[in-house]
Nanobody, 123 residues
């Protein structure tokens, strides 16, 4: 499985961005597609997750109500719509896949990772 994240950039505070993660290779319905982020000097943080099938979504506390994760199974792409961005959202954003049937926001349970895409929010 390979993942390719895109859509990062520079945006002013209060603005929006949509990140995309294209997936190649075989996927299974129980896979959890996740977005993480890592700011300089900080630990990697869970942002959002969505199962490859069904309606289950998960969000980190810091993004609830502002970010929305979705997927397009036909395009094998997962998106995260980010609204009301603040400078604290500045980070490298990564997409990842967990193969576990049990939800986890811990990065070590995600064996597949894409390269990150930089998001910079200016004040």
């Amino acid at each position: 499985v390979q993942l390719q994240a895109s859509g990062g950039g520079v945006v002013q505070a209060g603005g929006s961005l949509r990140l995309s993660c294209e997936i190649s290779g075989r996927t299974f319905s129980h896979y959890l597609m996740g977005w993480f982020r890592q700011a300089p000097g900080k630990e990697r943080e869970f942002v959002a997750g969505i199962r490859w099938s069904g309606d289950s979504t998960y969000y980190g506390d810091s993004v609830k109500g502002r970010f929305t994760i979705s997927r397009d199974n036909a395009r094998k792409t997962v998106y995260v719509e980010m609204n009301a961005l603040t400078p604290e959202d500045t980070a490298v954003y990564y997409c990842a896949i967990s193969t576990s049937r049990i939800y986890s926001s811990i990065s070590k349970y995600y064996p597949y990772w894409g390269r990150g895409t930089q998001v910079t929010v200016s004040s």
